[in-house]
Each structure stands twice: as structure tokens, then as C-alpha cells.
């Protein structure tokens, strides 16, 4: 086995399982795949490096065939979140060390009665159409953004704007631009150039901005960097998808109207009812009788989010002709991502590499990781659980951290913040640390090590 690689079993041999059993292998993990159908693992035995077992993943005896007993990690990730569920639970009790499953049924995550994942004993459950209705909504709610990255369970938020011509932020000094308290530049990229901006650092037009925060305030910022948003937003959305339900959750306590499209009758009939506060029209977005009619052209946004990708990409592209100021699109070829965002659709997103970057995530039990890096490599951003090292409890200005390097977010349980100088990092603390290459060992011996 090769140093750093797991041992993974999978159940299903779908195109999520069949994905992840792909992404698994390059990245040196030996994979084990289970599926009832043997053409669905013939076909993936031709293209990727992993032994096939032919059996139901909800069987403790395919599960046991499969070595279930040793492996690092199972993934649940067929079409069907009962057996997601079921088999899940079932290989954590027959050894696997970490389960993760893969859910698409919302219901699953907002039940008050019961929590599935704790009550079943699963360590993870991963929302492929969430993660993609959370990245879609990051972009509505701040439309100048140019890349999100999230870590420290997704409650902070790295974002990057430049900086329009007619922004109000042109030629103030750092220490005039009032952010949302918790939310810090950390860096600016000028004309090519990586600046590491101080409170004297006066912004300019094109400048780009890489802020961390939390998530949440970045809902403050409301065209700071960009021009203003227009109050009162119109969003079109076409097709009554789950990944539809997800953004309507996430965008219902904000000021948008959101007109759902729906070309099935009892389906737009469902949607109606389950969600009163929107208008909810059974009709189609590529009839352009309905498109005129309804006036989308005036809508901020448009998103096609139905389940089927080539519609969806035949809508954008059509609303984005037509005078849609944005246009969003859901893709389940992650393969045809970058192509469509050269030939006109603003945002695409592909619910499964959602997901895949969120296994990997999971996957990393490393103590200490890089989650990305600022400019050319020269600072990067990692993330680290403070354990009982020697910095733990100790005021932040009594620290020698390793040159230009600092502390920017600070996660304990549901609450995320900017510490102050004054601040200490307490056990189990989730720590968000910019600094330059190398200081992974320093970091370790102030806040990773057990005593």
C-alpha cells in the first residue's frame, strides 16, 4: 500500500460511486466497489484500478466479502438514500473505521425528530444538490464575487471581488473600509503583483480582494467591491428539482422574489403548495412565448437547474441571449464546465464534483492541512484542530508565531470569529492560519500536539 493511501469501499457503481471510485484511485486509494448489476461494474472495471464485488451493499455477507472489517473508509453513494443509509450504518458496525453516505432527499437533513447520521452511527452525510445550491446562492447573494472556497466545516468563507471602477471603496485606505466585523483582506493582487495589505493600504480600481470570514457576513458586504446589488431581485428558476428546493431554503429569509418553473402540471402543483411564498408557474422556460410573457428578461438571474443538464444548458444559454443579467446552470458532466462558461453561461456547477471535493475534505485526516495558497505559492491557508499544544489557552499576543504569519478565523462549536489580540484558542477549536510555506511543524507544536 502506498504511504498516505486508504483503504475505500464504495457501494454503487452509479455515476456518483462510479466518480468517486475514479477520483479514489488516481489520488493512490485502493478502492473496492459494490453493485448488483454486473454490467455497471464491468463497464467501471474498464477504466478504473479497483477490485469489483457483485452483491447488494445492504448484505453483511457482500459487505464482509468486500473486507468491510479493515477499510479506512466506506462510501454509500448509490441512487437510493435508503440503502444509503441502511448499508451504512450497517458497515459501521461491521468495522469500517469512517461511513459516509450520500443523500439526496432534504427531508433527511431538516428532521427535528430524529438525526439520521448519530442515530445510525454514520460519520458523514453528504448533500450533493446542497453544496451546489450553497455555492449558487454564495454568488446571488454577492454578485461581484469571483471564487468562494469554504473550510472549517463550511461555516468560513475565503471570497475574492475586484474592484469595479465606480466601487465607493477607490482610494481609501484599508482602515477606512468598514467590513462586516469578523470578515479581513488578507490579501490584494495588483496589475499581476501579490500585495499583503496593512491598514495604510489604499485600493484602487482592478485591485482584486481575497477576504476570510464567516459565512454568514459576507450577506453584509452588499456591493462594497462591485456595484451595488438592486433591491428587491428578481430570480427565475426552471425546473422543480431538489437542487430548486435547496436554493428556495437558502434564499427565503432574503429580499428576492423567485418564480419556479415547472413543466410538469403535478409536480408545479406540489411545488406550489410545499412552498407559498414563491410563484410557482407550470410552464417552460425554453417556449419562448413563456419567456416573453413572463418578462424574464428582467430577471437578475436565471437559474436552470432541472434535472437534465443538456436542458438546462439550452436555457441558460437562450436566457443569456435574450437579456438575463446572469444565468446559472447545473451540469452533471463535470467534464463540460469549463467549456460553457467560455461559450456564454455565467455559472456552471456540477453537483458531483461538489460532492467529490467534499470526500476528499472528509477524507483528510491529516492534523494539520493546506486548504488552498494566496498569490504565487509564497503564503498558503491551512487549517488545524488545536489539541493541547503549548499555545492552547494562551492570549494570542503572548504567541511567537513564525514571521508574517497570523491567526484569521477561529471556529468553537456553532461559533465563528476574528479573534482579537486579546483572544486565546481554546481545545478543539477549528483555527484558520495564514502564514508563508513551511510552518506546518511550528503550527503543530503551538496548537497540534497531545500532552
Not at 439526496?104 to 431538516?110: A, F, G, P, T
Not at 486579546?422 to 503543530?444: N, R
Amino acid at each position: 500500500m502506498k504511504q498516505g493511501s486508504k483503504d475505500i469501499v464504495i457501494s454503487g457503481a452509479g455515476e456518483v460511486g462510479s466518480f468517486a471510485a475514479q477520483l479514489l484511485s488516481e489520488n493512490g486509494h485502493n478502492v473496492t466497489v459494490i453493485d448488483e448489476n454486473s454490467d455497471c461494474l464491468e463497464r467501471l472495471s474498464q477504466i478504473v484500478e479497483a477490485r469489483m464485488v457483485l452483491g447488494s451493499s445492504c448484505h453483511a455477507h457482500v459487505l464482509s466479502d468486500a473486507n468491510i472489517k479493515s477499510c479506512d473508509v466506506m462510501i454509500a453513494a448509490t441512487s437510493l438514500d435508503e440503502i444509503n443509509l441502511l448499508s451504512g450504518a450497517l458497515g459501521k458496525q461491521l468495522g469500517a473505521r469512517k461511513v459516509i453516505s450520500r443523500i439526496h432527499n432534504r427531508n433527511y437533513r431538516s428532521s427535528k425528530l430524529f438525526d439520521y447520521a448519530k442515530g445510525l452511527g454514520i460519520d458523514h452525510l453528504i448533500y450533493p444538490e446542497e453544496l451546489t445550491s450553497r455555492s449558487i446562492c454564495s454568488h446571488i447573494n454577492d454578485p461581484g464575487v469571483m471564487a468562494i472556497q469554504s473550510f472549517a466545516r463550511d461555516q468560513i468563507e475565503l471570497h475574492q471581488y475586484r474592484i469595479d471602477h465606480n466601487s465607493k471603496v477607490i482610494n481609501l485606505p484599508l482602515k477606512r473600509v468598514k467590513l462586516p466585523i469578523g470578515i479581513r483582506i488578507i490579501k490584494l493582487r495588483r496589475d499581476g503583483d501579490l500585495v499583503i495589505p496593512n491598514a495604510d493600504t489604499v485600493l484602487a480600481p482592478n485591485d482584486i480582494v481575497t477576504m476570510i470570514g464567516p459565512r454568514e457576513k459576507y450577506r453584509q458586504i452588499k456591493g462594497i467591491f462591485s456595484k451595488e446589488k438592486r433591491k428587491g431581485k428578481e430570480i427565475a428558476i426552471a425546473g422543480g428539482s431538489s437542487t430548486s428546493e435547496w436554493v428556495i431554503a437558502h434564499l427565503r429569509s432574503q429580499d428576492v422574489s423567485i418564480r419556479l418553473f415547472e413543466r410538469n402540471l403535478e409536480r408545479a402543483n406540489e411545488l406550489a403548495e410545499k412552498y407559498p411564498n414563491i410563484t410557482v408557474i407550470a410552464a417552460d422556460t425554453l417556449d419562448l412565448h413563456t419567456f416573453e410573457s413572463e418578462h424574464l428578461e428582467r430577471c437578475s438571474d436565471l437559474l436552470a437547474l432541472s434535472d437534465n443538464q443538456e436542458r438546462n444548458i439550452l436555457v441558460a444559454l437562450q436566457a443569456k441571449k435574450l437579456g438575463v443579467e446572469s444565468t446559472f446552470a447545473v451540469i452533471h458532466n463535470s467534464t463540460y464546465l469549463s467549456a460553457l462558461e467560455e461559450v456564454g453561461i455565467d455559472f456552471c456547477y456540477s453537483p458531483r464534483m461538489e460532492a467529490a471535493k467534499e470526500l476528499l475534505r472528509l477524507m483528510d485526516d491529516s492534523p494539520i492541512k493546506t486548504i488552498t495558497t494566496l498569490g504565487d505559492g509564497a503564503f498558503h491557508v491551512y487549517e488545524l484542530t488545536a489539541k493541547h499544544g503549548s499555545a492552547v489557552d494562551s492570549p494570542l499576543h503572548n504567541i511567537n508565531f513564525p514571521e508574517n504569519t497570523f491567526i484569521a478565523a477561529i471556529q468553537r462549536r456553532q461559533l465563528v470569529f476574528s479573534p482579537e489580540a486579546s483572544d486565546a484558542v481554546k481545545t478543539d477549536d477549528i483555527i484558520i492560519v495564514i502564514g508563508p510555506e513551511g510552518i506546518e511543524k511550528d503550527l503543530l507544536m503551538l496548537y497540534g500536539s497531545e500532552t
